[in-house]
């Protein structure tokens, strides 16, 4: 089964410093991985698409990286400010056509 | 503005009856999903489209009926066979069907059984 796995499920850091959100997967045949951001109530904001090729993708203070070896992703988010505050999923395309889930990171920023 | 429109954003039912979520996109996408979105829990795919006239069952389409007879709509029924109805529902829609890229998010409805 193609699991995927977001620890911990909840960070509070203070406004300012950087901070890195994990994802892992058992399966390392993937397609490509999606970095998403949901604030309360709200939709699904994408955020980085990373290919299977690629090792990184960086969109001004966020940068995800990949390592299909190892089975994880990361998503980095330098300087962290309180509009950052949201939960932040994973999901990746394992080649069949749909997304896998994480469960998400609720992430807060402390001013 | 391109974008994809849930409505209603808010939806009540009753048991035992049948409800329609609407899902519109101006994207040209050939691609649309539905995905069922609970407290605590990721989201899980209840049934997806690839092109218009065609559509596959998700991990829980039980309960669950879709039509695709259009590019831009990708319509769910929740029917009264759904046990436990109750979650935030969310439509999304991609540019590439077999392999789909970056997945583009509506706003979701929000369906309450009384």
């Known amino acids: 089964k193609q699991e995927v796995t977001q620890i911990p499920a909840a960070l509070s850091v203070p406004e300012g410093e950087n901070l890195v959100l994990n994802c892992s997967f058992t399966?390392?045949?993937?397609?490509?991985l999606q970095w998403f951001r949901q604030d309360p109530g709200k939709g699904l904001t994408s955020l980085l698409l990373?290919?299977?090729?690629?090792r990184e993708q960086t969109s001004g203070r966020l940068n995800a990286s990949l390592d299909k070896s190892s089975g994880r992703s990361t998503l980095y988010i330098a300087a962290s400010q309180p509009g950052d505050s949201a939960t932040y999923l994973c999901?990746?395309?394992?080649?069949?056509?749909?997304?896998?889930f994480g469960t998400g990171t609720r992430l807060t920023i402390i001013p | 503005d391109g974008g994809i429109t849930q409505s209603p954003k808010y939806l009540f039912r009753k048991e035992g009856q049948n409800v329609t979520l609407s899902c519109e996109q101006n994207?040209?996408?050939?691609?649309m999903y539905w995905y069922r979105q609970d407290p605590g829990q990721g989201l899980r795919l209840i049934y997806y489209?690839?092109?218009?006239?065609?559509?596959q069952k998700g991990d829980i389409a039980e309960g669950y009926s879709v039509s695709r007879e259009k590019k831009e709509s990708f319509p769910l029924t929740v029917t009264s066979a759904q046990k436990n109805p109750t979650a935030f529902y969310l439509c999304?829609?991609?540019?590439?069907?077999?392999?789909?890229?970056?997945?583009?998010f509506g706003p979701g409805t929000r369906l309450t059984v009384l």
């Open positions: 999304a829609s991609s540019s590439s069907g077999g392999n789909p890229g970056t997945q583009y």
């Open positions: 399966d390392s045949a993937i397609y490509n």
């Open positions: 990373i290919q299977s090729s690629q």
């Open positions: 999901a990746i395309n394992f080649g069949n056509e749909k997304l896998t």
């Open positions: 994207l040209n996408h050939d691609a």
């Open positions: 489209s690839q092109i218009v006239n065609d559509f």
